[in-house]
Antibody
């Protein structure tokens, strides 16, 4: 059974770069898409972005320019870097696997994606 | 990007009640819609994908309907463990979440 574990510093100074790692056990980072999601204190879930097709990325438009994701298949982990952080980036950061189900609409293939395995989350505070 | 809007933002209900949560997309997304449950202090748990497909192990009292822009999550016969926050998420393009609906005990 696939398990995910986030790791990284719990405190980051303003204007610096937040770096987190998600280690995958019981599965391979070569399979599936891999996502990062965050939740600010008392707020809802915010999708940050995801890795797909072995290293391609797509990011939340509101964070583009500050976020980079990458995957290390040899170490079976993937990473999140968020630059120039402010207090607004204080949140619990989750990594998640994006599962997929193939269906057919007539002869057309239809892919349904969903976040089916989640890490426990890691709290990051931006503070000097 | 597709924007997802849930309503209500919170509701109070009793054990045994039928509860309905609505999620609306800012543009048509077919049935590319997921529902998650998040209990306090825990990570989210996938309940439903493709608008109406229950994940194995999810109780049958949960159901999802909808297509296009309007979707609903219904809990028929609320149980104590169902008091939580529920999120919809679109999976057609930007993967954005709704703002959440907190189900509280009346």
């Amino acid at each position: 059974q696939v398990q995910l574990q986030e790791s990284g510093p719990g405190v980051v100074k303003p204007s610096e770069t937040l770096s987190l790692t998600c280690t995958v056990s019981g599965g391979s980072t070569s399979d599936h898409h891999w996502s990062w999601i965050r939740q600010s204190p008392g707020k809802g879930l915010e999708w940050i972005g995801y890795l797909y097709n072995g290293g391609s990325t797509d990011y939340n438009a509101s964070l583009k320019g500050r976020v980079t994701m990458s995957v290390d298949t040899a170490r079976n982990h993937f990473t999140l870097k968020l630059r120039s952080v402010t207090a607004a980036d204080t949140a619990v950061y989750f990594c998640a696997r994006e599962g997929v189900r193939l269906s057919y609409d007539g002869a057309d293939e239809v892919y349904y994606y969903y976040l089916d395995v989640w890490g426990k989350g890691t709290a990051v505070t931006v503070s000097s | 990007d597709v924007q997802m809007t849930q309503s209500p933002s919170s509701l109070s209900a009793s054990v045994g009640d039928r509860v309905t949560i609505t999620c609306r997309a800012s543009q048509p997304i077919s049935d590319f819609l997921n529902w998650y449950q998040q209990r306090p202090g825990k990570g989210p748990r996938l309940l439903i994908y493709a608008a109406s497909t229950l994940l194995p192990g999810v109780p049958a009292r949960f159901s999802g309907t909808g297509s296009g822009t309007d979707f609903t999550l219904t809990i028929s016969g609320l149980q104590s463990e169902d008091f939580a926050t529920y999120y919809c998420q679109e999976s057609s393009t930007s993967r954005s979440f709704g703002q959440g609906t907190k189900v509280e005990i009346k």
